[in-house]
């Protein structure tokens, strides 16, 4: 329950970075402006969050009113009773997956496979390269702008990336990222694998040197999201285990935003907005990889390596 808490916290610091907040009753709903991705937009509960009826619908207008999808992703271990209450109020199961950590004592360093290097990109051509094979993997264009280059520069600042090449081509056939430590907890994002390279054991040396480099950035929680069945076998090679799940749910009935009127009294709820983050930005990859590409998110289409 430690390590769930720990990520619990990490989101609820991380996600509002780049995004408008609101504080609605136990939540803190997100939305990134300019964007009405399901992926993008979305609310954290607090911690032990047992919130009334009213709230709920609250939080569900919050969203309606701007247009949006009313979503929340969250760790169930954190909030054990609001499962329940979501469904009784309309809200319906996206996905559930699996919640996976590694502290430093289970680590265990996978080496790439014959003819594949994994390395730190050095270039801003290495890095555009990376992002292009990330985005091939998860079903996207493979085409990268240089607004995409600069926000993994930015992001590999605050935290770790990683490619893989071939080493007979030259091609860049992978990569992800280990995003910043805050309170001494790091997600493992955007591990992508290209199609024809998959099954080799690429996946879990990427993921290998980025739990490294996390725990050597004093990370003693890292973690990620595994989506599908073969995902959890990957990450377990390099020492992962299973604490817990990530879940997603949403409200899609189309209903028209009305707003509530507040009683006498009845504060206003706390709106925030900040700089569009490259972090952000960059853990959007892994979150909405199978929504992007089927439609869906984390946690890298190593699924498919082994």
């Given amino acids: 329950m ?26 803190l709903a997100t939305f990134t402006p300019g964007t009405d991705h399901p992926m993008l937009n979305y609310a954290i509960p607090d911690n032990g969050a047992r919130p ?8 569900t207008e919050a969203f309606r009113c701007r247009g ?41 360093d996978v080496p790439p496979p014959h003819g594949v290097a994994i390395g730190q990109p050095g270039s801003d051509d290495d890095v555009r390269r990376m992002r292009s094979a990330q985005n091939a993997a998860f079903g996207e264009s493979p085409d990268i702008t240089d607004e995409e280059v600069e ?16 080493l ?10 280990a995003l910043e ?5 790091a997600e493992i994002a955007g591990i992508g694998v290209l199609e024809t390279y998959r099954r080799r054991g690429v996946a879990a040396a990427i993921t290998a040197c980025l739990t490294r480099g996390a725990h050597q950035r004093n990370a003693h929680t890292v973690f990620l999201t595994a989506g599908g069945d073969g995902a959890e076998r990957v990450y377990a090679r390099v020492g992962y285990r299973t604490v817990g799940a990530c879940l997603h749910f949403s409200n899609p ?19 925030h907005s900040a700089p569009l983050g490259a972090c952000d930005l960059l853990r959007a990859d892994p979150r909405t990889a199978e929504t992007a590409a089927n439609e869906a998110v984390v946690t890298a289409l190593s699924e498919h390596d082994e």
């Fill in 151 to 166: 926000e993994a520069k930015a992001a590999m600042a605050g935290g770790v990336a990683v490619l893989a090449a071939d």
């Fill in 68 to 108: 949006l999808l009313p979503r929340l992703e969250y760790f169930p271990e954190a909030a054990p009773a609001l499962e329940h209450l979501l469904v009784n109020a309309g809200y319906t199961l996206e996905r559930r997956t699996p919640l996976m950590v590694c502290a430093p004592d289970d680590r265990v």
């Fill in 2 to 27: 430690r390590a769930v808490s720990a990520v619990q916290n990490y989101v609820r610091e991380t996600a509002p970075r780049g995004r408008e907040t609101a504080r609605v009753g136990p939540f």
């Fill in 52 to 59: 009334s009826p009213a709230q709920i619908v609250d939080l």
């Fill in 181 to 185: 430590v805050v309170d001494g907890a």
């Fill in 168 to 177: 007979t081509t030259g091609e860049v056939i992978g990569g992800g990222f």
């Fill in 253 to 271: 009935s189309p209903r028209a935003c009305h707003s509530r009127p507040r009683h006498r009294g009845q504060p206003d709820r706390e709106v």
